[in-house]
């Protein structure tokens, strides 16, 4: 299939899927659906059964047996937010099958709110994708580089403040084909110029690779005869795509756009819908605050 149909198949796909969210009701269906696959489950004590109360905004669960009362947004990313559900899930469409996602201006102008909740709604969408990929480490064969974001034109040897370092790896198969791609900030005290320290690759293998994996391999110096093209050649399009999408992006929320990046490559790579999994991720994963996101309190 050439890109251009790929893309407009895409853009039927997300005005399908905005239309099969179009009410309150359908949306909290399938959250529900995405938060007890298998059927309600009390948080409290496990019972199998609830009432359900629909007089407020949104659906109330209450156990049968302890009456514990949870509300349907409760420990996904969408507790405590004031936007309709109907508003969340036009937004993970979006970031699903949006060519190249959207940004915070495209999505306040899709579902009509201001640039600050659009901002903050991504930031959680984000939140579940980074959360996820905490819990999945590279396993089998692992090649990994190091890599840099930001001036990409720069030749020199020496490190330009600006530039973020990185390390990227993946789990590849028996052609060498990324089966699982990480991206990862690597911390300024584990550089020597533009070299990774052995105590950054250590954190890195302590941190996303699995245990007792065998067949680990590493490429930190800048210009290695060794290296791993392709996985350059992502950091490359992810950096690209930065840029282009949002104009570029600091240190402090790099990581999150990162990971953004590979959770979309990773589930392409994958079978099965990224919305259903994107679905999945938010009604599994506890919300971020504001606060602890840009440091005051704003409602989404
Ligand atoms: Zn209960």
Redesign the pocket.
């Known amino acids: 299939m050439v890109e251009g149909s790929a893309v407009a198949e895409d853009r039927l796909k997300v005005e399908e899927l905005m239309g099969q969210f179009n009410t309150e009701q359908a949306c909290a269906d399938a959250l529900y659906a995405a938060k007890w696959p298998n059927g309600f489950r009390?948080a409290?004590?496990?019972?199998l059964h609830a009432y359900k109360i629909t007089t407020r905004r949104l659906p109330l669960l209450e156990?049968r047996?302890?009456?514990?009362q949870e509300s349907l947004t409760a420990g996904t990313v969408m507790e405590g937010s004031r936007s309709s559900l109907r508003k969340w899930f036009h937004a993970i469409v979006l970031v699903s099958y949006n060519p190249g996602g959207v940004n915070a201006v495209q999505l306040g102008g899709a579902i009509g709110v201001t640039y600050k909740t659009a901002w903050l709604i991504l930031h959680k969408l984000r939140h579940a994708m980074s959360q996820a990929d905490t819990y999945i480490k590279l396993s089998g064969s692992v090649r990994v580089n190091a890599a840099f974001y930001g001036r990409p034109h720069n030749p020199s040897l020496q490190r330009h403040p600006q530039e973020q370092p990185l390390l990227v790896g993946a789990s590849v198969n028996n052609e060498g084909q990324s089966i699982y791609i990480k991206i990862k900030q690597v911390e300024q005290n584990y550089l020597l110029e533009r070299s990774v320290k052995h105590a950054g690759t250590r954190a890195f293998m302590e941190s996303q690779v699995e245990a007792g994996a065998a067949d680990v391999e590493f490429v930190t110096a800048r210009f290695s005869s060794r290296r791993f093209q392709t996985l350059l050649d992502n950091v490359k399009e992810a950096s690209r795509w930065i840029n282009k999408m949002f104009h570029g992006i600091g240190p402090k929320y790099l990581q999150a756009y990162l990971d953004e990046y590979c959770c979309r490559l990773n589930y392409n790579n994958q079978e099965g819908s990224i919305l259903k999994r994107l679905t999945h991720l938010c009604a599994s994963t506890e919300t971020v605050t504001s606060r602890s996101l840009i440091g005051f309190v704003v409602t989404t």
Do not use: F, L, N, V
């Open positions: 009390c409290r004590c496990g019972h156990c047996a302890c009456h514990y």
